[in-house]
C-alpha cells in the first residue's frame, strides 16, 4: 500500500511522496508554554505521534521538528501577574507539557527549538523580506516591522480567503501598518514596563518576534527551505500557518509540501480552551483514568473528526481498552509473553493507509481481540497465538502496547496492586474451598459481592481468573 494523506491546502487527498526518498520530514507548531496543557492541546501531540509511528513502520526515516513559543504576550502578562521571571515562568509549563508528553506515551520529537534561541535566523529573515518589498519598518518610530499581505499575491492561500475579506491583524497596534491586515514580523519595544531580557538588539531597534515568524525561522534551519508535513490544530491554519506560508514563500524559500490539522476537543461544543474555563487538564485527567485510555480517546476518532470531552467517553476507552487487555491477559496466561507480529492485519494496514485512518484501525483490534477470544474458548491454540500478537503489533503502532515500558506505571493506585491482588485471591481461594465443600450458595456470594465491587470473576480450566468490570 501506499500513504495518502489530506492537504489542508488542496482539500484533497493526495498520495504522499517525501522530498528526500525514504525519509519524512515533518514540523508541527509546539505549545505558548503559558499554562499548563490541557487534553484539546495535546491531541495534536498524540495525532502527530501516531502518524510519526506509523510512517517508522511503513519503512520511513522520520524527521520531527516540534517548537516551544517561549516568549509572547502572555506570557510576559501573566509572569508580570505572578512576579516571577518571565522566561521561569515559560520554562516551568514547558516542564509541565512534557510531563503531559510522557503520561500519554508521546516520543520526544528529533529536536524541540525555543524560539529564543533563534533570533538571528528571525532577523535574517526579516531582512530577506524587507529586501524582497514584502515588509517595512513602521514609520512611527516604534520598531515595529510589519508584513506587506498586499505584496504578496498567494496571501490566503492556505485558508482560501481574499485579502478583503480578512479581518484586521490584532497581533499589534495598528498605527504603523500600511493595511490593517499586515501582521507583525517583529515588535519594537515601546512598553517599558516590560523587562529588558525580553527584547533583542535588532537594525530598527530593541524588541521581540512575532509569533508567526518564530516558526518560519525555525523550520527553514532544521527542515531546509522544503520539508514534507507542517501540521497542527485547525485552529492555527488562519492566521498562524497562513502567515508562515505567506513569510517564507515570499523569502523564496518553497515551505511545506503539505498541510495536516487535526481538528479540535471541543467541550459542551466549543473548542476547548482556557478561556472557556473548560479545559481539562492533563495531569488531572490522567489521574482519574488510566493514561493508556486517555490516549486510546485521543486517537480512535479520524484526526480530522472533532472529539467532545466528556466522562462518558473517557469511560467508554477504559473499558475498551479494559476488555483487550483482558485477552492480552489471558493470551499471556496461556502462552506466556508473546512477541508482536512482524506483518499487519491488511485491513489495518489499508486503514492507516487512508489519511491516518485510526477509526478503521481501531475496529480491526477489536475485530483480532474477538477472534483471540474465540479462539482461547475452543481452545485453538494456533488462532489464538497468531490473534494475540496481530494485537500486541497494532497496539504498538498507536502507542498503546501495555508491554511497552512506558506504561509501567500506567496505574491510579499502582502502589496498592499487590494488596488488591492479594485481596481478591483470597476471597477466591475462599471461594474455591466453598465450592470443595459443596457450600455453593456462600461461593456464589462471594462472586456476587466481588460483582458488586466492579470485580468479574470467569471460571477457567486453569482455575478462576478474575479482571475489572466496567
Request: charged share 25%.
Amino acid at each position: 500500500m501506499t500513504f495518502h494523506l489530506y492537504d489542508s491546502m488542496t482539500h484533497q487527498i493526495h498520495e504522499f511522496h517525501p522530498v528526500v526518498p525514504g525519509e519524512v520530514s515533518i514540523y508541527h507548531c509546539g505549545l505558548t508554554v503559558q499554562a499548563a496543557p490541557h487534553v484539546g492541546h495535546i491531541r495534536k501531540e498524540v495525532v502527530f505521534d501516531v502518524l510519526r509511528r506509523w510512517l517508522t513502520w511503513s519503512g520511513y526515516r522520520v524527521k520531527i521538528v516540534a517548537n516551544v513559543t517561549d516568549i509572547d504576550d502572555k506570557i510576559l502578562r501573566k509572569s508580570a501577574e505572578r512576579d516571577v521571571e518571565w522566561y521561569a515562568l515559560a520554562y516551568h509549563y514547558e516542564l509541565e507539557l512534557h510531563k503531559a508528553y510522557d503520561a500519554l506515551g508521546c516520543l520526544p520529537p528529533t529536536y524541540e527549538p525555543r524560539a529564543t534561541g533563534h533570533i538571528p535566523e528571525m532577523i535574517e529573515l526579516i531582512r530577506t523580506l524587507i529586501d524582497r518589498g514584502h515588509a517595512y519598518v513602521a514609520e512611527d518610530g516604534s520598531g515595529d516591522v510589519y508584513f506587506d499581505v498586499r505584496s504578496w499575491p498567494d496571501y490566503g492561500k492556505l485558508s482560501g480567503q481574499r485579502v478583503e475579506d480578512m479581518a484586521p491583524a490584532e497581533d499589534s497596534d495598528p498605527r504603523g501598518k500600511r493595511d490593517p491586515r499586515d501582521f507583525a514580523l517583529w515588535k519594537g519595544r515601546t512598553d517599558h514596563s516590560e523587562p529588558i531580557t525580553a527584547s533583542w538588539r535588532t537594525p530598527w531597534g530593541r524588541g521581540r518576534p512575532g509569533w508567526h515568524l518564530e516558526c518560519s525561522a525555525m523550520a527553514g534551519k532544521y527542515l531546509g527551505d522544503t520539508f514534507d508535513i507542517h501540521g497542527g490544530g485547525i485552529d492555527l491554519r488562519f492566521p498562524h500557518h497562513e502567515n508562515e506560508l505567506a513569510q517564507s514563500t515570499a523569502a523564496g524559500r518553497p515551505f511545506a509540501r503539505y498541510w495536516m490539522h487535526n481538528a479540535w476537543v471541543t467541550a459542551s461544543g466549543e473548542k476547548m480552551s482556557k478561556s472557556l474555563g473548560n479545559g481539562a487538564l492533563v495531569s488531572e485527567v490522567t489521574r482519574t483514568y488510566p493514561a493508556r485510555a486517555v490516549r486510546l480517546y485521543l486517537l480512535a476518532p479520524h484526526y480530522r473528526s472533532a472529539i467532545e470531552f466528556s466522562d462518558t467517553s473517557l469511560a467508554e476507552a477504559t473499558a475498551s481498552l479494559e476488555r483487550i487487555d483482558t485477552f492480552l491477559g489471558r493470551g499471556r496466561d496461556r502462552f506466556g509473553e508473546l512477541p508482536p507480529a512482524e506483518v499487519l492485519p491488511d485491513g489495518f494496514v489499508a486503514a492507516m493507509d487512508d489519511d491516518l485512518g485510526t477509526p478503521a484501525a481501531v475496529a480491526a483490534v477489536y475485530a483480532a481481540v474477538k477472534d483471540g477470544n474465540v479462539a482461547l474458548d475452543t481452545g485453538d491454540d494456533a488462532a489464538a497465538r497468531a490473534a494475540y500478537a496481530s494485537v500486541r503489533a497494532m497496539l504498538g503502532v498507536f502507542g498503546l502496547d501495555p508491554a511497552d515500558p512506558t506504561w509501567a506505571d500506567d496505574h491510579r493506585a499502582s502502589d496498592l496492586e499487590p494488596v488488591v491482588d492479594g485481596l481478591v485471591g483470597a476471597l477466591l481461594d475462599q471461594r474455591q474451598a466453598a465450592r470443595a465443600r459443596k457450600d455453593y450458595g456462600a461461593a456464589d456470594a462471594i462472586r456476587d459481592r466481588l460483582g458488586t465491587l466492579g470485580v468479574r470473576v470467569v471460571d477457567t480450566p486453569d482455575g478462576p481468573k478474575w479482571s475489572v468490570a466496567r
